[in-house]
């Protein structure tokens, strides 16, 4: 199967862009704020939550994280306009921190404080591994500025991730709980999927204990299983599920039915080629995943 994956992965810079949207489409929302407000207002409309993200990351040039950060204000007066479900998140890559790291923190903090004053919770999403560090420092040294509505995102991937929980119990924070989408070093990262999957449950469990909201983001049916599992643990800390747009739409539906919180990730903005481009060489696991996703759409009853 990683043959076929690592293929799909290689042929994409070949395939036209044409191809390359009709392929990212469910998975993102459009190009425009108004392409995000309309797919968030259908899935509150749904019974889902929804987390927007403004596609853009790694930028070179410090004008284009100031254009990123405009845009976050933009989407969160359309969130309170709109009276949208919805919070926000962002790539510190994109707000530049390999640029000018103080430059990052102001704009965050800028993006923060428009949060703020709309009751709207903004969550640092986690890239790859050259940024954790960093990542976990500035989300401390936000928090003992007393900036409350934010919050983090854990990788089970990661060998350090225990620890890492461990270190952030005194702030009890928020964290997304994913199995972390990069593809990492042996040294740093588990690599087999058993592996990963018992790390976030041990994870799971490890944040509950230290009283931390935890958002599960997975649409792996066994985790989702070890999660429902420990419902009655979860609701006492604060849980909801998480997922992206366009993957297992189905089973999100289940579970709203079922009565659990989900809140879907919302990618949108002029990026999307760049974004979906990316994201399906980076990891030729997720290009597989899409694929087979297609495959299924194209041909009935696969
Ligand atoms: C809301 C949300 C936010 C995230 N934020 C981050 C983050 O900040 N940092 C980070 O490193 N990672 C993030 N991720 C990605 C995450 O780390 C995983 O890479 C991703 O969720 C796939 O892992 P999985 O647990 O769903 O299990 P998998 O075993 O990979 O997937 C289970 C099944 O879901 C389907 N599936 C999964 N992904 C896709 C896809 N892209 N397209 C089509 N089908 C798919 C497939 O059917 C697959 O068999 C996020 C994921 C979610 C849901």
Same mark, same amino acid.
């Given at each position: ?22 392929? !990212? ?6 190009? /425009?704020? %108004? ?7 259908? $899935?509150?409309? *749904?019974?889902?939550?929804? /987390? ?7 930028? /070179? ?19 309170? /306009? ?14 530049? =921190? ?67 929980? %461990? ?9 997304? $709980? &994913? ?23 041990? &994870?799971l ?6 009283? &931390? ?9 066994? @985790? =989702?299983?070890q999660t429902?599992d420990r419902i009655?643990r979860l ?5 909801? @599920? ?14 709203? !039915? ?18 979906? @481009?990316?994201?399906?060489?980076? *990891? ?10 297609? @495959? ?7």
């Amino acid at each position: 199967m990683r043959l076929f994956d690592h293929a799909v992965a290689r042929a994409l810079p070949v395939v036209p862009r044409s191809i390359v949207g009709r392929v !990212a489409a469910p998975y993102i929302a459009g190009a /425009t704020l %108004e392409d995000a407000r309309r797919v968030v207002s259908e $899935l509150n409309a *749904n019974g889902m939550s929804a /987390t927007v993200d403004v596609l853009g990351e790694e930028i /070179t040039h410090p004008e284009s994280a100031e254009t990123i950060a405009a845009a976050y204000h933009e989407a969160l007066a359309a969130i309170s /306009t709109d009276g949208l479900d919805a919070n926000v998140s962002v790539k510190l890559t994109a707000l530049g =921190l390999h640029v000018d790291p103080e430059l990052c923190r102001a704009l965050l903090t800028e993006v923060l404080r428009d949060a703020s004053a709309r009751k709207i919770f903004v969550r640092i999403d986690m890239e790859d591994s050259s940024t954790t560090d960093a990542t976990l420092e500035l989300y401390r040294s936000l928090r003992e500025d007393g900036q409350d509505g934010v919050g983090i995102v854990l990788q089970a991937a990661l060998r350090r991730t225990l620890g890492d929980i %461990e270190a952030l119990s005194d702030l009890r924070p928020s964290v997304r $709980l &994913c199995k972390g989408i990069y593809v990492e070093p042996s040294a740093i990262a588990f690599q087999e999927r058993e592996v990963i999957r018992k790390s976030f449950v041990a &994870c799971l469990d490890a944040l509950v204990d230290a009283g &931390c909201r935890v958002a599960v983001a997975t649409h792996d049916e066994w @985790l =989702l299983g070890q999660t429902l599992d420990r419902i009655p643990r979860l609701e006492a800390a604060g849980y909801e @599920l998480q997922m992206l747009l366009g993957v297992r739409v189905q089973r999100g539906r289940e579970l709203v !039915a079922a009565g659990h919180p989900l809140r879907i990730y919302v990618p949108y903005g002029q990026q999307w080629y760049e974004y979906s @481009l990316r994201r399906l060489q980076e *990891n030729p696991g997720v290009a597989g995943h899409v694929a087979k996703d297609m @495959l299924g759409r194209l041909v009935p009853g696969r």
